[in-house]
């Protein structure tokens, strides 16, 4: 069984489209994670999620927005797609803010 | 800004040796260490992590903390061609409400 899981894998877009990313985990976990890792590998928190409440939210663009439905679910929502938003986002859950965290699969976008 | 510095390699070992990985980190309040392996494509897989002064030991894994110095290590015995990847080391401050800092990894190459 798959713990932590995203949707697409791959995401080839256009400039200027709106998309989402899903993310489900079967952990049981309260806490939920949004990562970006770039070109150079550098792996960088987006948002965190702990019981459904925003508790982290980076220096990132407006045009990202987190949705999570319940503690099982966490979503990424992106506006307005600019080249350099072409990267890998990884979902990641952990019991909660304290705990280790497991990372989903990854997305790889690529904003042409 | 919270600095988790680690070499970036290539650090290239024979199958069967030791291979030693260091992360230092900025913050003097963080609590918890984390070593991640991330092959290329894959998502980060979480490997080890430790709390407390001292040595940690699981199987081939070994991870090593020295608060007072601000230094966490990771070696791999017996290393084996699958050890091949990037290891990440992740650092969760005092009050960072679950926030991880990863360094930028350190490539490792185990050849036959």
């Known amino acids: 069984d798959t713990a932590v899981s995203q949707t697409p894998k791959y995401l080839v877009t256009q400039m200027g489209n709106d998309k989402s990313i899903k993310c489900e985990q079967n952990l049981g976990h309260d806490t939920m994670y949004w990562y970006k890792q770039d070109s150079k590998k550098f792996l960088k928190i987006m948002f965190s999620?702990?019981?459904?409440?925003?508790?982290i939210n980076e220096t990132v663009p407006n045009r990202f927005s987190p949705k999570s439905p319940d503690k099982a679910h966490l979503n990424l929502h992106i506006n307005s797609l600019e080249l350099g938003d072409s990267a890998v986002y990884f979902c990641a859950s952990s019991r909660d803010i304290s705990y280790e965290q497991y990372f989903g699969p990854g997305t790889r976008l690529t904003v042409t | 800004q919270k600095e988790v510095e680690q070499n970036s390699g290539p650090l290239s070992v024979p199958e069967g040796a030791i291979a030693s990985l260091n992360c230092t980190y900025s913050d003097r309040g963080s609590q918890s260490f984390f070593w991640y392996r991330q092959y290329s494509g894959k998502s980060p897989e979480l490997i080890m992590f430790?709390?407390?002064?001292g040595d940690k030991e699981d199987g081939r894994f070994t991870a090593q903390l020295n608060k007072a110095s601000q230094y966490v290590s990771l070696l791999i015995r017996d290393s084996q061609p699958s050890d091949s990847a990037t290891y990440l080391c992740?650092?969760?401050?005092?009050?960072?409400?679950?926030?991880?800092?990863f360094g930028r990894g350190t490539q490792l190459t185990v050849w036959p």
């Open positions: 430790i709390y407390s002064n």
């Open positions: 999620y702990n019981n459904k409440e925003l508790i």
């Open positions: 992740a650092v969760r401050g005092g009050s960072t409400l679950g926030r991880l800092y």
